[in-house]
């Protein structure tokens, strides 16, 4: 039976939502959802709740998880990176052949998403299974950066595209309410995701990725 390790990260020091991670939502601190719903998969053998705050930390005991790890400062600044995260997580077990991430930013969630990427990843076609949603409003072909005071296609188009949206090819982009992935793509690729990486698309309020306050306030409403 392949081993599957659950790292929840969450570090303390958001800056446009003041401690996003443990903001309350419908009378819950933000991480309950995602510890709560790591309880239900059984294919979890183990959850590692991740956090350079031991006021994090003592929330997530309350939730009854038992690994609890207060990891460094110097990798849960803003300008640090998951897989440095990872990195020092795994490092300190060796006997887990995936490695589920889940973000406490996302707390909507569907189980059989999560059963499918088990599945997927071992029948070993593909080495990462990761949650998207598609782009409707955001087009690429449709967004613009500045060169000095120039707007300039952010696409390398040669005409201007005013095509509607339905016409456009089907752009995807990373919900992060799911990174699943094969513990030796780290050593591999230095990647958590490898060469090969499926796609669950998810809709509705399992897109919601709350990183500003308009996101907060749509995550309100559907509780």
């Known amino acids: 039976m392949s081993k599957c390790l659950c790292i929840i990260p969450a570090r303390s020091g958001s ?6 991670n443990i903001i309350r939502l419908n009378g819950k601190p933000l991480i309950y959802y995602t ?4 309880k239900k998969l059984n294919f979890v053998d183990e959850i ?12 997530a005991k309350k939730y009854k998880i038992n690994n609890l790890s207060l990891r460094p400062k110097k990798i849960s600044s803003d300008n640090s990176q998951t897989i440095d995260v990872v990195k020092y997580e795994i490092n300190k077990i060796k006997k887990y052949d995936y490695i589920l991430l889940l973000q406490p930013t996302t707390p909507f969630r569907d189980i059989k998403d999560f059963k499918k990427a088990y599945r997927i990843l071992i029948n ?3 080495d990462s299974v990761i949650t998207v949603n598609l782009v409707n409003n955001f087009h690429p072909y449709r967004m613009k950066i500045f ?3 120039i707007l300039k296609n952010f696409m ?3 005409k201007e595209n005013f095509k509607a949206v339905k016409h456009l090819p089907k752009v995807f982009v990373r919900s992060g309410s799911m990174y699943f992935f094969k513990r030796e793509n780290i050593s591999k ?3 958590i995701l490898g060469k090969k990486t499926y796609g669950i698309e998810v809709k509705g309020k399992n897109t919601i990725n709350i990183d ?4 907060l306030i749509l995550a309100k409403h559907f509780f």
């Open 15 to 20: 800056k446009r939502i003041k401690n996003k």
């Open 35 to 38: 510890i709560r719903f790591a």
């Open 48 to 59: 590692i709740f991740s956090s350079d705050s031991r006021r994090y930390l003592n929330l």
């Open 124 to 126: 070993n076609k593909y």
């Open 147 to 149: 060169k000095g005071n």
């Open 156 to 158: 390398n188009l040669k």
């Open 189 to 191: 690729y230095n990647s």
């Open 212 to 215: 500003e306050k308009e996101d």
